[in-house]
């Protein structure tokens, strides 16, 4: 019995041949254009690029339509330092008087000062001239 086992056991054993390619028939050597295979036009992806362009085309006509008024930015901006500028210095200066022990001292400095800092930045505002005037014309 132990030579009909170890028969079983010693079957030829023969080398991986690789040589008919892949499941199409194509060999790595045969395929290395690196070319994308053509396919076959689809309807469907025709008519997802027709619906696209034609959404972007109306995306940009509504981006044309909205053009924002510089003055409106610089208003915005004025407006953002004059209440910014306050409420981060009282909100500094109640955070150094927590932290020391003086109340209103730190707090009102820091007010004013925040305040000064929101006034000096809307005069920077206020010399520079906007995107769309580029200063006084001759």
């Known amino acids: ?8 056991f010693l079957v030829p054993v023969r080398p991986l041949d ?3 390619g892949d499941a199409q028939g194509r060999r790595m050597a045969e395929d290395e ?5 053509k ?19 109306a995306e940009a006509a509504k981006q044309a339509k909205t053009v924002v008024d510089p003055n409106m930015r610089i208003a915005q901006l ?3 330092y004059l209440i910014g500028g306050p409420l981060g210095g009282a909100l500094i200066g109640w955070g150094l008087d927590s932290l020391f022990g003086t109340f209103p001292t730190f707090f009102l400095v820091m007010l ?16 520079t001239p906007s995107d769309g005037a580029s200063g006084p014309k001759s």
């Open 39 to 57: 396919l076959p036009p689809d309807s469907r992806l025709e008519s997802l690029d027709e619906r696209l362009d034609r959404l972007q085309q």
């Open 1 to 8: 019995m132990a030579v009909s086992i170890s028969a079983m």
């Open 78 to 80: 004025v407006i953002g």
């Open 18 to 20: 690789f040589s008919r």
């Open 112 to 127: 004013f000062v925040g305040f000064g800092v929101g006034v000096v930045n809307v005069m920077r505002i206020s010399k």
């Open 33 to 37: 254009t690196g070319e994308v295979p």
